[in-house]
């Protein structure tokens, strides 16, 4: 009996002596910023699935978004991207285009309560007041223009509101990051497809062009420009990020830079990697249809892959913000178009990179303007300048 008395009071006094506790305050203070503000991402090429039996309203084990992870992530606005190769041109990637735009429509048509079709920043403040995720298009190469600028305003009319103006090759007005040098960036009518994305309030989005063509595109454009889906070449080599010149004089015409999530373009041991490895890769893309094939192929000849973390994602952010403040960064995933870092998996793991600003130290503001905001006044800049210039030529 004494025994037991004495272990009990032992019990007591380490209860007693034991520090209670804290709840992680960092963890809930960016869990309440995350799931109350506009979360926007720039670019997501999940479009193509649209077009087939896939259900967006379904929970998938493959892939990176469909709308219950979105909710479970907290991801509410979107940019569906028009894409398709630039191989494909004239009037067949104008009909692929229409039919891919009419998958977008379709869907905010099929799920009224669920999703509204949204072309201005107003709409998007609008579906997220309703709970509802706001859906926009972005149209990923100027080969789907097929050189005409009826067509341009033809897109613009269906509530396209970005062009990227090159994909992954030149076209015939504008150079690519990914090709060989062909006009020494815009051609005359390249800067007429500024001009008219101007006058129409559609963004000018500089990812995957030439640096040559994005410099061309900054001189000529009167609104500010968008990169959908880059990140910061200081970080990591790849050519499609950009420098950090490229980023302060994007930033001081107003524009925003949307940090890309792939994994190559954030880790520059991975980039370096793919750079090693690229002329087999473009044997075993002949051979293998999966990105996954591929890659174990490589690592046969080359070693393994190294692995990138999401957190390589903050660091991305964090040097944009350093260069040109949190009014000029924001997020272009680029999910379902690529490999993602390790803790990034599907857009259920968003929260993370809330919650690493908040302990970083970002301020509240400088966080949602990060997830989303920035990317609506840039909208409603472009937007302005659209309503001006419409203005001057009546």
Known sequence: MKKTFLIFLLLILCSISLPAQKPDNAAERAKKIHFSSIVLDTHIDVTPKLQSEWKFTEEHTTGHIDLPRMKKGGLNALFFSIYMRGTITGPKAVNDAIERIAAVHKLAEDLPDKV???????????????GKIAALMGMEGGHMINNSLATLRMYAALGVRYLTLTHSINTDWADSSGDQPKHNGLTDFGKDVVREL??????VDISHVSDKTFWDALEVSKAPMIAS?????????????????????LAAKGGVIQINYLDSFIDNDL????????????????QFRSRESIREELEKQYGPAP????????????????????????????????????????????????????????????????????????MEEVERVSKQLSEITK
């Open 307 to 378: 692995k990138a973390s999401w957190e390589r994602i903050v660091d991305h952010i964090d040097h944009a913000v350093k260069l040109v403040g949190a009014d000029h960064v924001g997020l272009g995933s680029d999910f379902d178009g690529g490999s993602m870092p390790l803790g990034m998996e599907d857009c259920t793991n968003l929260p993370k990179i809330t919650e690493a600003l908040v302990r970083k130290g970002y301020k509240e503001p400088e966080i949602r303007n990060i997830l989303g905001l920035n990317t609506l006044r840039l």
């Open 271 to 286: 980039f370096l990697w793919t750079q090693k490895s690229q002329a087999a890769r473009r044997l075993l893309n002949e």
């Open 116 to 130: 509204m079709l949204c072309t201005t920043a107003a709409h998007v403040r609008q579906a997220h007041s309703q």
């Open 229 to 249: 889906h880059s990140s910061c070449r200081a970080l990591s080599g790849h050519s499609r990020n950009m420098t950090d010149e490229m980023i302060k004089a």
């Open 198 to 203: 101007n006058r129409l309030g559609v963004m």
